[in-house]
T-cell receptor
């Protein structure tokens, strides 16, 4: 079974500052990793994903994440945030190589960008 | 817009009642997933259908059931509703049945009074 821990439930930051949202996972098999964003009253939108290959993954809206197998982490970063990045961010894991698509989500991190 | 549609957007009902939530996947997607989002449990996987057949089951209560029809739309049936079933129910779809990207609908917000 897989599990995901998002280490911060809330992250306040000022506009144009860098941000890192932390995600650790646990799995006995190889995994695919995802970051989704949820804006208020909306569904989830994929930011980026890691399936294999380069451990540095670039996504939409200037976000990137680095897969670290030894530390079982997949932290999300952005060098300079905007007010519009205020949202809830979810890290998710999928048991790679399986024939089913269940995603296991973390509890979410609310990013609040202040002017 | 992800291309996944869900109806209704909001649903208010009473305890003990039964409701049906509907989902239409993106064109070409064969898998449909149902997730429940609540304040205490977070985002929980309920069930997956692939091309009309159940593929995987998660923390879905026996009072809940789902199906995927030949046109690939899916319905989630919730019966004998309890206050604790109040939540946001998301449908997602993907091309295949494995680790492909899942595209989420806007959700159905269910309130049980």
């Amino acid at each position: 079974a897989q599990s995901v821990t998002q280490l911060d439930s809330q992250v306040p930051v000022f506009e144009e500052a860098p941000v890192e949202l932390r995600c650790n996972y646990s799995s006995s098999v190889s995994v695919y990793l995802f970051w989704y964003v949820q804006y208020p009253n909306q569904g989830l939108q994929l930011l980026l994903k890691y399936l294999s290959g380069s451990t540095l993954v670039k996504g939409i809206n200037g976000f990137e994440a680095e897969f670290n197998k030894s530390q079982t982490s997949f932290h999300l970063r952005k060098p300079s945030v905007h007010i519009s990045d205020t949202a809830e961010y979810f890290c998710a894991v999928h048991a790679g190589g399986t024939s089913y698509g269940k995603l296991t989500f973390g509890q979410g991190t609310i990013l609040t960008v202040h002017p | 817009d992800s291309g996944v549609t869900q109806t209704p957007k909001h649903l208010i009902t009473a305890t003990g009642q039964r409701v049906t939530l509907r989902c239409s996947p993106r064109s070409g997607d064969l898998s449909v997933y149902w997730y429940q989002q609540s304040l205490d449990q977070g985002l929980q996987f309920l069930i997956q259908y692939y091309n009309g057949e159940e593929r995987a089951k998660g923390n879905i209560l026996e009072r809940f059931s789902a199906q995927q029809f030949p046109d690939l739309h899916s319905e989630l049936n919730l019966s004998s509703l309890e206050l604790g079933d109040s939540a946001l129910y998301f449908c997602a779809s993907s091309v295949g049945g494995g680790g492909e990207t899942q595209y989420f609908g806007p959700g159905t917000r269910l309130l049980v009074l």
